[in-house]
């Protein structure tokens, strides 16, 4: 069975180094499940070189800049782009790239009004090739999986994964094998992994229980597996800061929000900012704080109830699928993050992701339900004070609008809470609902509608 390492045929030796993230031992090999050999706790990656490195961020900077006119393959991903600060290959058409980063950065000017923050911003990770942040990772630790030597690839998914390992294992000439709970992923996602040719198993559990025979299926079939337990999908997903940080002339903003399921994106955008410090490209750190829906809490109660020492999982429920976790492998390492940045982590009800959503999509870029968390909870850290009116804010989108039709076609025509005890929230929500309407073809219908819609 091909192993993980860094003295993998094709990987430069020392570039990088495997560090857990509990007991802090440094190893040069990789066990199939990406856990600690020693205290079996997640591992993530680290650079020994960049000691002597601390000054180098003006010369990043322009080199970055640089290879923005440049027309070679890995020159035109917004993640290999980066690729200083990621595990070094030693050709670049090693890599596996559909093109992926380069996402926008936009002002969203009626959240701002709404909200009061004048310089609210929304990196759109949702434009990646196959609609979500994944992708971002996904280049990295599928061009590592190949790079082991592995015909196959597998992950546990809410459906973004899912559709992102599929693609590029089918760009990279590897079978994909996907596991996601039954009737808990929106179709689209669903028939995007189809269609790029993944294995799907739809397995009559939720996330949480997919993931936990994933990581039994890894250490008996040579099968790759490409969660976010994977610390290679982290440092592709911490390029979606650098990236940032360079749209906004690394000048770092007061504020990042991200949504939290299973905690690898904090976890990953978080280590990014500290290291951008470390290398000397920004003077401060930005506070990350990570948002996840109420009915799956699991971070926030572990922060509230345990003060983050120990795991506090829960029975994850919420219409916002890409989030239902209620397990989440990367706790102890959002952690982390929180604590450096000096983050916050809160919670929205459904009503609330709703309505965030409606708004977001009212600017015209739209996102799915789990991205909209973001300004939800900006409104909650608003009125606790923990985000003033006059900082800088970016909320992070992770996923495409078009990720979840359902969820949107439900909320517009009222459907999306019928029958449940959130049904009375209409009066909130009605003001936002653009319910399609079917009328006679005539030129007097639809003449009566354009004047009925310029009076409300
Ligand atoms: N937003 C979207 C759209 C997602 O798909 C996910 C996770 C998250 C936020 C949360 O990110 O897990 O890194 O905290 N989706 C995973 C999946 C779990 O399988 O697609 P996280």
Redesign the pocket.
Known sequence: MPSTSTSTPGVRQTAFRFRCVACGDLSDQARQDFRCAHCGDLLEITYPQWKESAGAGPDLKSTWRQRRLSQSVVDLSGVWRFRDVLPRLERDDQAITLREGNTPLYELPQCARITGVPRLFAKHQGLNPTG???DAGMTVAATFARLAGFRWVA????????ASMAAYAARGGMRSLVLVPDGKISWSKLSQALDYGAVTCQLRTD?DGCLRLLQELVLRAPVYQLN?INPFRLEGQKTLAFELLEQLDWQPPDHIIV????????SAIGKALVEMRDLGLISRLPKLSVIQAEGANALVRTLREASGKKLVSVQAETRAT??R?GN?A?WKKAVHVLEATEGACEQVTEVEIAQAKAEIGAEGIGC?P??AVTLAGLKKLLKQGFVKPEESVVLVL??NLL?DPDFTINFHRGQLFKGAPDEGASAVLNPLRRPPMILDATLDAVMRTLENAEKS
């Open positions: 979500s942040f994944k992950c546990a998914s809410t459906g973004n994964t899912s996330f976010s949504p939290g399921g299973n905690l690898g994106n904090s890409a989030i976790i989440p990367s799915e789990a991205s992770t996923g990720k």
